[in-house]
Structures are given as C-alpha cells and as structure tokens.
C-alpha cells in the first residue's frame, strides 16, 4: 500500500493536526491551569509551555495525533467534533501522564528536545505532576456531564490498564533473554495501541456511534497504534535526532528490547548470535558497539519485517474503519491520519 497524505476533496492529515489542535489547545491549557502550582509549573513545562522558571515558550508539544482521532472518529459517525473536545483533552492528558512517568522509567534525560522534567524538577515531582494529568482527565470527563461520560470513563481506565501492563511488561524484558516476538507484539498493543484504540472508541461513543461503529473504531485504533509502535521502534534505533528529539541508537544504548532488536535476536541467524554477544554484554557499548548493533539488526531482516509488518497492520486497522460504516470525509481523513504513522522518516 503506498502510503499517501493528501486525500482529494478532504483535509491532509497536517491539516486534521492543525485544526484539531485549534480546538484542543484552549482547552487543554485551561485544564491545566486549574492543577495546583505545584504540578501546573510541571505540567506547563513538559507540555512545551513555560521554561524551567516558569516564562512563557513556545516548545514543541507534541503532533496530538490522538486528540485528533478522537475528534475525527466523532466526526465518523455523525457527531461533531467539538461535543469531543473534554475527550480528547481527557486522552491527551493521559498520555502525557505516560510520557511522565516513561521518562522517568526509562531515564530518559530528552523528550521534544528539551531535558525531560524528571531531569529537570527531580524524580519524585515529576511523577506527581504525571499522576495529576491523569486524575484530571477523569475529572475534565466527568465535568462534561455528557450522557455518556461514564461508559466513556470506563474505556478510558481500561486503557491506562492496559498501557500499564504494557509498560510492566516492557520493565520486565530488560532482565530477559528470552523474550519472544509475539510477547513484545502484545507489550506493543497495550502500551502504545491500546490508548489510541481508547481515542477512536471514545470518540465514537461521545459523537453518538453505535457500539457495532464504537467497536470497529477501536480495533482500527488499536491497529494504528501498533503500527506507530512498530514505526517509533524503528525510529529509536535510525532516527534522525533532529526529528526525533533522542539520541541516535538511543534504545540500543539503553538496551531496549524492541520490536526490531527482539525481531532480530529471534530470527536464528549468525547475525541473531552476534548480535546477542553485544547487547547481552554487562560492559556499555561504544559508539562502535551501537553502529555495529544496528547493522546486524538490519542484516537478520529485522528492519524490513518491522516496516512491513506496519505496513500489514495499517491494512487491518484500514479494514476495521470501513466496517464501522463512517461518514466519508471523515473516514477519508482518519485514513490520511493512520497513513501518517507509518510515514515518519526512519
């Protein structure tokens, strides 16, 4: 499938990002602002709003793909995407709740390159500035007093769940070496897929879907969201830092078991066994290390299966949005979105 953005007759997916965004930020600002000072300095920071003392910036705060698709899959059924803003700022909050919490996790010192806020206000700050995000979410739902708030809730809390097992899980591998490729499959699913399943499913439920669309819109979620998980991991290891914001072979310094590292240490090759021989290494890798890492990994398939397994993924998740009978400029824009994810420059 070749991948492509501009869709005659309807919206680009950098122009579904940017009017989406028009409609979220206000929003999302004046949520934020009602945290208490301690996690509104936080908070502001990290979401590319005010430096370190509290000055106004204008820092990258991220594409808000998220936002967007809940507001697009409103749109798929037939409500209106502003009724979905309290949810889709609900779900942006929790991800940056994630973001948090990631950082801190994965002691990653860069996030939109800047210094990630674990980094710079202390560890225990920033993981309470990350719980409040999620706790006002729930509130920023629950305030909308929308008939269907609660079952909307309850798709939101399962998500978190997921995303939380999903990271446990990918906590866990760092002390394996015998992580199979479909376990990471799942790990991906749920930290990363679940919550963009929760952005379309939620979006449908708000925008008055029924639950054969809601449900359609949440597997099509999901798929796009591993898919992007498949694309970020690509990313973490080829990357270009100008664009992603990390280090280059940051996840092979870190010893991360992505898809593509676990791809390739699965694949019963020689270069599965020397690449083994160096990421299981007790010493830390040089430069020399890293590049030689990411040349095995490319020379077991493992570049090329993660690329197309997206590519086969986007096709399922393309498959559901139809079956969910949506309104067609809309589903035309939310493919234009779940085109995009695999698109990233890798």
């Not at 929308?146 to 309850?154: E, G, L």
Request: glycine share 8%; charged share 25%; aromatic share 4%.
């Amino acid at each position: 499938m070749a991948p492509t953005e501009v869709i005659t007759g309807y919206r680009s997916a950098r122009e579904v990002l940017t009017q989406s965004r028009s409609l979220l930020d206000p929003a999302i600002r004046a949520a934020v602002e009602s945290l208490p000072a301690s996690m509104r300095r936080i908070a502001c920071y990290h979401f590319g709003w005010r430096d370190e003392h509290g000055r106004p910036v204008r820092a990258d705060s991220g594409k808000a793909i998220r936002p967007a698709l809940v507001l697009t899959a409103a749109e798929a059924v037939g409500g209106s995407p502003e009724v979905a803003v309290p949810a889709a700022v609900a779900v942006e909050l929790v991800h940056n709740f994630t973001l948090l919490h990631d950082d801190v996790m994965d002691g990653d010192r860069t996030r939109r390159h800047r210094p990630t806020a674990w980094s710079v206000f202390g560890l225990g700050p920033a993981i309470l500035a990350g719980d409040s995000l999620l706790t006002l979410a729930y509130d920023v739902l629950a305030a909308t007093g929308h008939p269907r708030a609660q079952d909307a809730s309850r798709i939101l809390s399962a998500a978190v769940l997921a995303v939380q097992e999903g990271q446990a899980a990918d906590l866990a591998f760092e002390k394996r070496k015998d992580v199979t490729l479909a376990e990471c499959v799942r790990m991906a699913e749920g930290k990363t897929g679940a919550l963009l399943g929760c952005a379309t499913a939620i979006g449908a439920l708000i925008g008055g879907g029924t639950p054969d669309q809601v449900a359609h819109l949440r597997r099509f979620g999901d798929r796009v969201g591993l898919a992007f998980q498949l694309v970020d991991d690509l990313l973490g290891i080829w990357g270009d830092p100008s664009a992603t914001g990390k280090p280059v072979y940051a996840d092979l310094d870190s010893r991360k078991k992505s898809l593509p590292v676990v791809a390739a240490l699965q694949s019963d090759t020689q270069a599965a066994r020397d690449l083994a021989a160096i990421y299981y290494r007790r010493t830390p890798l040089s430069a020399a290390d890293l590049v030689r890492a990411a040349e095995l990994i490319d020379r077991a398939g493992a570049r090329t299966w993660a690329q197309s397994h997206a590519d086969e993924v986007l096709t399922d998740a393309l498959t559901h949005l139809t079956q969910a009978a949506p309104v067609a400029r809309a589903a035309a824009e939310l493919t234009a979105l779940a085109h995009l994810t695999v698109r990233r420059d890798h």
